[in-house]
């Protein structure tokens, strides 16, 4: 008690010292805690609300109901999905590519995940990822809701690197037909996009005669992806990029083995 007593006096010299010794750590500690608060906050409220008028409003076991009161909801709320436009491109790309095993990282509500899976071939499968683990339940709920079994999606609830690296047990476990994952869609954070990508090539994830990785792009500020392009563009011999838009890129990964030894 008498140690409290005696400090309370040299509070505000030790708070000044504090600060101007590690203003910059602790101001950019602040930013963090309060972008992480906010996104938590964002995304919590949002996907609850996203989740009670879609679950409400559709036709359960209709795919295009459930995309259509996703479409509705967004007419008069700020939401995460990646929407009309941006799903038009992804339906394009799944309908020209036919992928059998689709990692999505970033799952949210089940949007792009309903909409992925309504376009795959016969066996087609989709991994889908999701940190935040009331999120990961809600959209598995709007996923089953559109009609999809287990035996088309997984939601993983946890983070991309952790799901990353444990997918070799359960594509082992899927007996999937293809080499590997044949496209990625990376949809959660773009500060992680490239480490993530690192990861799926140093686990062997990404079939080598082709896969396409979707990079989603939510701002329009250049240095958004600048990190995994400037990597993707240094790597010419496995990475192409197909097609550049404002909303989504495609990058395509082939493993050459024959060119890269000649
Ligand atoms: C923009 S939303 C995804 C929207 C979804 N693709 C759609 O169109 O419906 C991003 C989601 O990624 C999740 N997320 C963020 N960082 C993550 C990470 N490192 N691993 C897995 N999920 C993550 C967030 O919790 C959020 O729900």
């Given at each position: 008690m008498w140690l409290i007593s005696l400090s309370l006096p040299l509070l505000p010299t030790i708070i000044i010292f504090v600060y101007f010794r590690y203003h910059v750590k602790?101001?950019?500690?602040?930013r963090r805690a309060l972008a992480w608060a906010q996104s938590l906050m964002r995304g919590r409220v949002c996907v609850k609300d996203v989740h009670a008028f879609v679950f409400t409003n559709c036709t359960h076991g209709k795919a295009d109901s459930v995309l259509?009161?996703?479409?509705?909801?967004?007419?008069?709320?700020?939401?995460?999905?990646?929407?009309?436009?941006?799903?038009?491109?992804l339906d394009e790309v799944i309908k020209r590519t036919h992928p059998l095993m689709v990692l999505e990282l970033g799952t949210h509500c089940g949007y792009s995940t309903v909409r992925m899976l309504r376009l795959l071939p016969p066996g087609g499968r989709v991994i889908t990822v999701e940190t935040d683990s009331v999120t990961a339940d809600l959209g598995e709920e709007i996923i089953m809701v559109a009609?999809?079994?287990?035996?088309?999606?997984?939601?993983?609830?946890?983070?991309?690197?952790?799901?990353?690296?444990?997918?070799?047990s359960y594509l082992e476990?899927?007996?999937?037909?293809?080499?590997?994952?044949?496209?990625?869609?990376?949809?959660?954070?773009?500060?992680?996009?490239?480490?993530?990508?690192?990861?799926?090539?140093?686990?062997?994830?990404?079939?080598?005669?082709?896969?396409t990785v979707l990079l989603i792009k939510r701002t329009r500020r250049d240095d958004e992806c600048r990190e995994i392009l400037d990597y993707v563009r240094k790597e010419e011999n496995c990475y192409s990029i197909r097609t550049e838009f404002p909303q989504m890129m495609e990058i395509v990964y082939r493993k050459d083995v024959q060119r890269r030894e000649g």
């Open positions: 602790v101001a950019s500690l602040c259509e009161m996703f479409h509705r909801y967004a007419e008069t709320h700020h939401t995460l999905s990646v929407g009309q436009l941006t799903g038009d491109m009609g999809f079994k287990h035996a088309q999606f997984q939601v993983l609830p946890c983070s991309s690197a952790e799901a990353i690296s444990s997918l070799h476990a899927d007996q999937s037909p293809s080499e590997g994952i044949d496209l990625v869609l990376m949809d959660h954070d773009p500060q992680q996009y490239l480490q993530d990508l690192l990861l799926l090539e140093r686990e062997e994830l990404l079939c080598p005669s082709g896969c």
